[in-house]
């Protein structure tokens, strides 16, 4: 017989913050006023600008490149693509550009705030999110979640990155917690899932764009689609029934 939550853990980006339209409409803005951008579709901008993403913050993580670094040199990755040349101060002056734009389109993934409104009054809630203290703290008061959230675990502060164990454990002490008596919800499989797995928490699955789910002998992983309705999500966080 499980145990009961006393504690939820829950990645930010693209779990209950949503970067992915955030990062969208920055690269909407881009694509709207440079021409060499309008010649390819969204989709394809966006596909390789993530995967631009992910190689550059794996190296600012690492602390082998600085966060405004990683910034202009995707810009000049993504404009080279395109068959376009910038030099460093175009990309330092579109970079800035391209973060005002973001900032301006933080929005908290639908269901996420009543979600959080209705956990917080069951059990305590921590984020622990693979970034910057300070930036993930304005998602967050933009988002209206910060009063929700109890702990704030970055991988700035903690100097691990998630899937580790370690990143996991320090989020369980600062919530007075075992492994048994915590969730994990987030969107990233590798990082989110098998991290909460090893460090023997139970994992949800938020899995919103309907990826395939891994081959893997990982079972008992509780998949979401979606916060809303919120009972039913509460319900599956916590593992109860309706």
Not at 4 to 27: E, G, I, K, P, Q
Not at 82 to 103: F, K, M, N, P, W
Not at 195 to 216: D, E, K, L, Y
């Amino acid at each position: 017989m499980s145990m009961a939550v006393r504690a939820v853990l829950f990645d930010l980006d693209d779990t209950l913050f949503d970067h992915r339209y955030a990062a969208r409409c920055a690269l909407q803005h881009i694509q709207e006023t440079h021409a060499s951008f309008r010649q390819y579709p969204l989709d394809h901008l966006e596909r390789e600008d993530f995967r631009l993403l992910t190689e550059k913050h794996a190296l600012v993580l690492a602390g082998t490149l600085s966060l405004e670094e990683s910034r202009i040199q995707r810009i000049q990755l993504l404009f080279a693509g395109c068959g376009e040349t910038i030099d460093i101060e175009r990309a330092r002056q579109l970079s800035a550009e391209r973060l005002e734009v973001y900032r301006r389109s933080r929005q908290a993934v639908p269901g996420a705030v009543p979600l959080l409104e209705e956990l917080s009054r069951q059990a305590r809630i921590a984020i622990v999110t693979n970034n910057f203290t300070e930036e993930q703290k304005g998602k967050l008061d933009a988002c209206g979640m910060t009063p929700l959230v109890d702990f704030l675990v970055t991988s700035e502060e903690t100097r691990h990155v998630k899937p580790s164990l370690e990143i996991f454990q320090i989020a369980l002490q600062q919530l007075e917690c075992n492994s048994h008596n915590a969730v994990m919800v987030g969107d990233s499989w590798d990082v989110d899932i098998l991290g909460a797995r090893n460090a023997g928490i139970r994992a949800v699955w938020f899995n919103r764009h309907g990826q395939a789910r891994p081959m893997t002998n990982v079972n008992e992983v509780t998949e979401l689609h979606s916060f809303e309705p919120v009972s039913q999500a509460v319900a599956r966080i916590l593992g109860k029934t309706l």
